[in-house]
């Protein structure tokens, strides 16, 4: 990927329309090596975007899904306490040899160390997202999904990962990723994220489409669309977004509602198809009911 | 290019977009791998380097275009869209050097002129009464953080409220004292009837929150550990854990508008906001007409003077004069304390969005996850640019923001009030027009601690 061009090539050959801006930003994370924070609001690609990236690079895709209460724990490594104790009782009897003819307790410590770390090596290690990511021998995209979802603490914790690309594990020292992995952070911007975190990231804000690009992106999506419906359907949506609703139809709405209305036949949108395949675009009663009872306003 | 970059920047953080060197010296790299012959890409890269928060992108926009002007164009007249998917852009080269120096806004500096009146009102001020009516039949509005509205009991039902909204109700002057409209013209001794009330309404809120937190003080049931505390005896008997709070020490601002219109209301509030918040809580008062200025110690002095006979003779003897003069404590009215603040000009025109942006931009803004912000004013910038972008910076940097609106809810966003733009930034909006409007206000304050 030698310009921002490539990019936009290389993403609408697995049929994602990318503006020049996210382009461009993809192509800076790039060279300049820094992770990527992609914030707007939900449904507008923001994820897809980043499953992509890994798909233009040949590369694994490593998800870390935030969540309110993530950890260390579930997103950098554990200890395989169930293996520990089976090797624990499996070597009880050379355990026993090895303790045999020792006079008191203080000295049967004693030739226990040493032998203890060999339960905290790699093989009792369950990587997890984050060190999965550092440890990978082959290149990696790492996507910190919905990063708002987590808590401070755990953004705080995130900054070493970032900025170094390495990770600390008290019993082994610290893992230094050999080739460090392409990070995509994305946020709903439910809550605001730390200018710690903001500052060691390129930032990419999608918001919903226009009109143009919203067609562009159906006819990409849903091929088998005719030409008046998917320009009814996409003025549908613009007009519906102009809404106040509980939650706004995204892109990816848009295109379920497509498919939807491809399933069912519709060669229009008549107030029946609308009733058929509405539930594909809004994902609440009260919209749903909201829009209906203003069907001519949008048509 | 490096100096014009400087220069950039450093027009960039006068305009409140602070960019580090670390920033700065990214932008760089950034520039170097996309080069300068498309002015598009080089945009794109500096907007991606040096932009760190959507609120700043129109912002950042804005001073591109004023800075970089591209030939054939006047700077902001051409300016785009703040959209992050925009357009692909044409090739065109940049501009050799910055704009003209008066294609770009001057800083809103304490020195300096405040900005130029925006002749256009806010746009978003027509959609107030259709978001009031959203809210009170509980659906949130736009995209925006507003989810509740508080207004008096002269409230319209939900249905009532898409019919259009009905006159003021005012109170006449000899009415209930807790629903006299604040708005009113009233002698300070009207304003020292209205204050002697003062201490009821503070023990109804101490009761009040006394009792919901001792409603509390057991916490929650947490299902979530239903299962792993009943494992331990097969579930026979079924524990039921409690989630106790955590505790958490709130900080709390309170940012008042003490312009004249506002004045009695702002006095008010802060004797009943003081009153209950001044020994146990981190609350800074920040008072502004135009700037903001930090009054913290001198509300808490005046706070802790007793009241005493002087108090009325002081408000009554020198007839009708700014409002806040009958609120007095130890013989010093609200309206002479205000006067007596250093940086302060209680007579200057309100400028909601010089005084955002310069607290937005000060190293002493609000923020944390536990702060509260409370703001007392009723949007009327006086047609001045109402810059909600700061607004929503400074919102976004806290906890909970609650706007306490001295006006009917009918007068909201009309003329050149600008709470269209400020209230989605906002989580809750309280109606503060009488007395008893304080009170809701702070009671809504003291809950959320």
Redesign the interface.
Known sequence: MTSPESIETALRSHGFVATGEVATALFLAEQLGKPLLIEGPPGVGKTELGKLWALCHDAELIRLQCYEGLDEAKALYEWSYGKQMLYAQLLREKTGDLLAGAPDLASAVRRLQGQTDEFFSREFLLPRPLLAAITATRPVVLLIDEIDRADEEFEAFLLEVLSEAQVSIPELGTFRAERPPRVILTSNDSRDLSDALRRRCLFLFIDYPDFEEELRIVESRVPGLDDTLRGQLVRFTQSVRKVSLRKRPGIAETIDWALALVAVGAEGLSAAALKQTLGALLKNRDDVERVLSDLPRHR | MISGLERFVAELRREGLSA?P??WL?AL??VE??GLDDR??FR??L???L????AQ?ELFDRVFEGFFAAPGTSGPGSRRSA???????GRRPIAAGPAPSGTTRKPASAAEPSPARDPTPCSAASALP??VA?LLEG?????GRWRRVLLGPGAPAPRATRAGPSPPAAAAPGADPLRRDLAWRLSPEGERELAALVPRIVERIRLRSGRRLRRSRRGRPYMRRVFRDSLRHGGVPCVLPFRRRRPRRSRIVLLTDVSWSVARAAGLFLSIAGELLRHSRDVRVLLFVDRAVDATREIDDWLRRQPTPRDAWDGGSRGARRPGSGIARGGVSFAKLVSSLPGLAPDAPSDYGRAFHGLARSSKRPGG?TTALVVLGDGRTNRFDPQAWAFEELA??CGAVIWLVPEPWQRWGSGDSALGAYLPHADVAVETSDLAGLARGVAELVRRL
């Open positions: 580090s670390a920033e990214e790299r950034a791998r996309l598009e890409r794109r890269a907007r991606c380097t932009v760190k928060r959507a992108l959209r992050g998917a925009g357009g692909s852009g259709r978001a959203a659906q949130p509005w736009r995209h996850r976004s940097r």
